[in-house]
């Protein structure tokens, strides 16, 4: 386990719904040689059957779905488990809707690029030109504006923002007009510059395009996409309309040796993720983008626009995978694959298509255990049918040098800045070390608890690595004086080195030393205040006690504090939507102890003015002064104090 064991249940429930949503770095496995022909859908049926075997035991899931396209046809779709675990329903590939997350993006692109194709939008000009009176517009504070092209590539420069992604009940809901403006993320950086995964962005792509249209994002769906390519049982409404709610798979989470039936998950910024469908009215939509935007006589995009589309539009370098238009680069193998995931808290899913085999792959699964198995299916599904060739890879002259001075650890771009939320960063680190003989090791905090181990990687070029038996590839670069670490398996994140004040192990060392220390200091002086009332010693006077009493305070709400962000993730919906007092309760905790700090130097700089005190108190009592003012610090920069 990594230094950020510590961290609190909710930064892992983050991580599973948040972070799940964009393509993470993770150890490939090695392709295999042998090559198994994608002809036989009797030898698909039984690879898939053992692989859904394996995956829905070891990783606790219900049910899942499966879709693949080949050769301008439905070639394989099969459902397997159960849709309602209790009534026994099964899953079946043409009737079940899935909640599909951030899949949905993909729709949501296609809809901006048909705006592009028809002359009603333009992917270069500023966003805010298409927003008129709409409640939200993007806030004017660099030079160069914001446009669809940047939201499609996510590079935007947004900050990262929880707030508002998911919802308690339907009455929750807001116009997207007015749910943008109330979670609009701060602009954090120059549009064009890194990549960071934005889920505000691509709503606000979808409300550009309703916008436009003059009609609600759901409609101009279902107008523009789904009825030309008769997928009648999707959706982007929610609830789902009553005709499909009966055929709608439940969402589970399996605890104490049983799966329990989790609520209808509402996404606030909808064209972001909240679509539903099944898997063939999903093979219907990768039919229509590798048809170059035609499937059976309809046409949802021209051949020139599918292809700008399935295009590179931004790389952090051209020896990696980068975005397309809404989709993501996910080469593997040799071969040119392009897709996205998509994850709620209790839904994981896998598009990906091979362009150039005409060949595309949809799974679904309703369960967290989804997010590992839709990984290693897709690994799976390619490994066998498009394989690569084992790399041989030798350490070069001077790695050992070279890779010292990369060691350290890495913050994703993907992260809030202005909001308390910024603790999430702390899940969200790469941690880079240096072997002896030159090469590196990564490894991701808590990543082992996802399937995701540490990763060995060999220096092929100075700053240039690729991953022993693997297919990923890490770049490094130092631009105006700030060192970063690019992966090809995530182009839609950048990686920057910290400095040593901001990583994990200093805020570790920091928050459990000062919770230890001061809770100590408490139990140390009670003590000793029993050994004075036993040996008729004088009592301490009431300033003293008041003193003491400070530092305990201190100790206790700090202890409270990590309590309180470890409870709330019992009900992750009440955090995502505002609506758990005992988070608004928390976050009061830090303004306190900055209170009681300035008592904490005040009796300091009185105990040094008076002597009231015996040296070795006073020095004991001014490094506590100083390590709460140090809490204090980290509460500012972790944005839990706002100055």
Do not use: C
């Not at 104490?256 to 064209?271: D, H, L, Q």
């Not at 603790?423 to 941690?431: C, D, G, H, N, S």
């Not at 990763?455 to 690729?466: L, S």
Request: overall charge negative.
């Amino acid at each position: 386990m990594t230094p950020s064991r510590w961290t609190p249940l909710l930064l892992t429930v983050l991580l599973a719904v948040v972070v799940a949503q964009a393509v993470t770095p993770a150890a490939f496995a090695a392709p295999q040689t042998q090559t198994h022909d994608l002809s036989d859908p009797d030898e698909l049926e039984s690879f898939v059957d053992g692989v859904m075997a394996s995956h829905m035991e070891s990783h606790h899931i219900p049910g899942a779905t499966v879709a693949v396209v080949k050769d301008g046809e439905l070639f394989f779709a099969k459902g397997y488990g159960y849709a309602d675990v209790e009534a026994r329903t099964p899953v079946r590939a043409d009737r079940t809707l899935f909640r599909i997350g951030s899949v949905s993006k993909l729709v949501t692109f296609t809809t901006v690029m048909q705006g592009a194709e028809s002359g009603d939008l333009a992917l270069d000009a500023d966003v805010n030109d298409y927003l008129g009176d709409s409640p939200v517009t993007i806030p004017d504070t660099d030079d160069d504006p914001v446009t669809l092209r940047h939201l499609g590539t996510h590079t935007a420069g947004f900050e990262d923002r929880y707030e508002g992604l998911f919802l308690y009940d339907e009455a929750d809901l807001r116009p997207l007009g007015e749910a943008l403006a109330e979670t609009r993320p701060a602009r954090v950086r120059p549009p064009g510059a890194y990549a960071a995964y934005s889920n505000w962005g691509a709503a606000l792509a979808g409300h550009v395009v309703a916008e436009q249209a003059g009609t609600p994002f759901d409609e101009y769906v279902e107008a523009n996409v789904f009825d030309p390519l008769g997928m009648e049982r999707s959706t982007f409404r929610q609830p789902v309309p009553s005709s499909l709610e009966a055929d709608l798979a439940t969402g589970y989470r399996y605890r104490n040796g049983a799966f329990e039936a989790g609520r209808f998950e509402y996404v606030g910024i909808p064209p972001a993720g909240s679509m539903s469908a099944t898997a063939t009215d999903m093979s219907r939509f990768m039919l229509a983008h590798l048809g170059a935007g035609t499937y059976d006589g309809a046409r949802i995009l021209n051949t020139t626009t599918a292809q700008t589309m399935h295009s590179q539009q931004f790389a952090h370098d051209p020896r990696l995978n980068g975005m397309a238009y809404g989709f993501v680069e996910q080469d593997q193998n040799g071969e040119r694959v392009i897709g996205h995931g998509g994850a709620t808290e209790l839904f994981h899913t896998q598009l990906v298509l091979l362009p150039e085999h005409d060949v595309g792959l949809f799974v679904s699964y309703n369960a967290p255990g989804g997010g590992i198995a839709g990984t290693e299916f897709v690994e799976a599904f390619l490994d066998r049918y498009f394989p690569g060739e084992d790399a041989t890879l030798a350490t070069p002259e001077g790695a050992a040098e070279r890779a010292a001075s990369l060691t350290g650890e890495y913050r994703s771009t993907r992260v809030p800045y202005t909001t308390w939320w910024k603790f999430a960063a702390l899940q969200q680190v790469v941690q880079v070390q240096a072997t002896p003989q030159g090469d590196l090791v990564t490894a991701l905090p808590g990543g082992e608890q996802f399937g995701i181990g540490p990763t060995h990687w060999v220096e092929v070029e100075p700053m240039v690595y690729r991953e022993a038996g693997g297919d990923d590839t890490l770049v490094f670069r130092e631009d105006a004086g700030q060192l970063r670490a690019f992966f090809g398996s995530n182009p839609a994140a950048a990686y920057e080195r910290l400095a040593w004040y901001e990583t994990s192990n200093v805020t570790l060392l920091v928050v459990v030393g000062s919770v230890a220390l001061f809770l100590s200091a408490a139990l140390l002086w009670l003590v000793l205040a029993g050994y004075r009332w036993r040996t008729g010693e004088p009592p301490w006077s009431r300033r003293t006690w008041a003193a003491r009493g400070l530092v305990a305070l201190v100790g206790v709400l700090l202890l409270v504090f990590l309590g309180g962000l470890a409870s709330v993730a019992s009900d992750p919906y009440a955090v995502f939507a505002g609506a758990s007092g005992l988070v608004q309760v928390t976050l009061l905790v830090p303004y306190v102890v900055a209170l009681l700090t300035l008592g904490l130097v005040g009796v300091t700089v009185y105990s040094w003015r008076t002597r009231a005190w015996s040296v070795g108190n006073r020095l004991h009592y001014t490094l506590l002064a100083l390590v709460a003012l140090l809490v204090v610090w980290e509460f500012v920069y972790w944005r839990f104090v706002g100055l």
